[in-house]
């Protein structure tokens, strides 16, 4: 079972990115997917989430610019980032909570996937 992240790069002060996270392997079912950021010599940090029902939370810096949404049927979420700002840049994780099978047994567990860069210049 794998997240897989795609969608960063360098984009410049006002502009937009969109991100996408697919998840695959043998996944049963998928409750809340998300996005975290960590800047260089900074923390983690929450960015969003959204449950399987479609209900979202956002961090504060974000609210009013970022939007998630999801695809239950592609295991796939997404992160519309607008009027990107340089405090922005980071690298961006998507993050799931996933029931998954695997040798007759079943599993409830976090999984993150790799990061992707969002580099914004002002």
């Known amino acids: 079972v794998q997240l897989q992240a795609s969608g960063g790069g360098l984009v410049q002060a006002g502009g937009s990115l969109r991100l996408s996270c697919v998840a695959s392997?043998?996944?049963?079912?998928?409750?809340?997917m998300g996005w975290y950021r960590q800047a260089p010599g900074k923390e983690r940090e929450f960015v969003a989430a959204i449950t399987s029902a479609g209900s979202t939370n956002y961090a504060d810096s974000v609210k009013g610019r970022f939007t998630i949404s999801r695809y239950n049927a592609k295991h796939t979420v997404y992160l519309q980032m607008n009027s990107l700002k340089p405090e922005d840049t980071a690298v961006y994780l998507c993050?799931?909570?996933?029931?998954?099978?695997?040798?007759?047994?079943?599993?409830?567990?976090?999984?993150w996937g790799q990061g992707t860069l969002v580099t914004v210049s002002s």
């Open positions: 392997g043998s996944i049963l079912s998928i409750n809340i």
């Open positions: 993050n799931a909570d996933m029931s998954t099978t695997s040798w007759g047994k079943n599993f409830y567990r976090h999984y």
